[in-house]
């Protein structure tokens, strides 16, 4: 059974300090601080993003005996058949922005969507997943210095035109898949 409760901090399971700062930024309006919690997380091989995350924080909350929140996100190309998805991280550490341009190069289709998956896990085994959604386009050329990631070959339709790499964190954070999540995430939270 949900339990709603009216909490002001989360613990953020992450090794990815820019995913932190942009929790951190989208959480402050709500009032919730975020502490960050580094520990070797357990993680299933699926092609389901909720399935991940949500094996992840029920491990990690159950080890520490503390309520803990783990995200995994992920950018999927049409048509690429959703690759990278559930690879993103290995794919961009190995070919990077480079490699998918490359293996975009020609191709009409540029749909892409960025999924981010959050999961809020209590040590009782409760877990819950708030999922966050942002579609857009892979550019031909990567633009921008702003964020991490794949967010220079990213151009979300509910922009402007520019990539996320253009965009500052709060421009980024308002229409994110990761700004979605994690805003559903703080509204139940805080018991919206
Ligand atoms: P965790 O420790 O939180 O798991 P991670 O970097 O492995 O950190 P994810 O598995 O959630 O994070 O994300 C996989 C990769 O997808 C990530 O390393 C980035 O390369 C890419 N990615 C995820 N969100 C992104 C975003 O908002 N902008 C650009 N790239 C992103």
Sequence with gaps: MSRRNYVNE??????????????????????????????DKLE?????LCEIAEYSAKIVAERLRIPVVV???????????????????????TIG???????MRGVKNRRARFVSAVAYARPNGFVKVFIGVTEGLISIEPRGEYGFGFDPI???????????????LDEKSRI?????????????????
Excluded: C
């Design 10 to 39: 989360i613990n953020f399971v992450t090794g990815n300090k820019h995913k932190l700062e942009e929790v951190k930024h989208i959480l402050e309006p709500y009032g919730i601080s975020v502490k960050r919690v580094t520990v």
């Design 44 to 48: 299933i091989q699926s092609n389901d």
């Design 71 to 93: 995200e995994d996100a992920g950018l999927f190309i049409e048509a690429l058949n959703g690759f990278p998805g559930p690879y993103s991280s290995y794919v961009f550490k």
């Design 97 to 103: 922005n480079e490699g998918i341009l490359k293996l």
């Design 154 to 168: 990213f151009i979300p339709y509910e922009g402007d035109g520019r990539t996320f790499g253009e965009m500052t």
């Design 176 to 192: 994110s898949h990761r700004g979605k999540a994690f805003r559903s995430l703080a509204k139940w939270l805080t018991g919206h």
